[in-house]
């Protein structure tokens, strides 16, 4: 079946620094999903993004959905402490199929 | 709107038995799913149920088991629990099959198994 990969798997930086993860697919995909996982927490969905170059932004973030439909990414302009967290993004193949998600990126931030 | 529910919130058993984890997903989905998450790792998907059947299955022994009731809440069951089984489970429910709807989740069950 489908299946993205995300990368990085961890990612460190200093508070302000920007940060960025990515979703990669080899195949089309239909749309595509992110969620934010605090630590000790549970998957909270984010955004949806459906259509072909996509842009779509909450305050410091930034949603893109690639131009082929096949890659997506999440990027956060100066980072807070408030952002650590793992980030995950997941897609459904076809309708009526099952939410896949990526392995997630865990972003710490340090103060 | 009450979200999704799940009990209990911590468990610790032992090698060789049995546990019920149960989920009560928000008024009006249909959908449940179940995954695994081990410390610091992914979602492991264990199962989704809509409507009260089956509709997937992860990569899991058959040990592994859950059912959907009729008013849509569920059960996983875990038979002659190992070591490894020890992880965070989680559920999500969704509005039913529909394209583009999101998963919300519950706050987990945290398994230990010594």
């Known amino acids: 079946g489908q299946q993205v990969m995300q990368i990085p798997q961890y990612q460190h930086v200093q508070e302000g620094e920007d940060f960025t993860t990515y979703c990669n697919s080899s195949?089309?995909?239909?749309?595509i999903q992110w969620y934010k996982q605090r630590p000790g927490g549970h998957p909270v969905f984010l955004i949806q993004?459906?259509?072909?170059?996509e842009v779509k932004k909450q305050k410091r973030l930034t949603f893109q959905f690639g131009e082929a439909k096949k890659n997506s990414s999440l990027h956060i302009t100066a980072t807070q402490t408030t952002d650590v967290g793992t980030y995950f993004c997941?897609?459904?193949?076809?309708?009526?199929?099952?939410?896949?998600f990526g392995e997630g990126t865990q972003l710490t931030v340090n103060p | 709107e009450a979200g999704v529910t799940q009990s209990p919130t911590h468990l610790i058993k032992t090698r060789g038995q049995q546990v019920t984890l149960r989920c009560s997903p928000i008024?009006?989905?249909?959908?449940v799913y179940w995954y695994q998450q081990a410390l610091g790792l992914g979602l492991q998907f264990l199962l989704w149920?809509?409507?009260?059947?089956?509709?997937n299955r992860g990569n899991f022994p058959p040990r592994f088991s859950g059912r959907q009731f009729p008013n849509y809440s569920s059960e996983l069951n875990v038979n002659a629990l190992e070591l490894e089984d020890s992880a965070l489970y989680l559920c999500?429910?969704?509005?039913?099959?529909?394209?583009?709807?999101?998963?919300?989740f519950g706050p987990g069950t945290r398994l230990t198994v010594l």
């Open positions: 997941a897609f459904r193949g076809t309708s009526g199929s099952r939410l896949t």
């Open positions: 195949t089309t995909l239909s749309n």
């Open positions: 993004l459906v259509k072909s170059g």
């Open positions: 008024s009006g989905h249909t959908s």
């Open positions: 149920y809509d409507e009260g059947e089956e509709r």
């Open positions: 999500a429910s969704n509005v039913g099959l529909a394209f583009y709807n999101e998963q919300f």
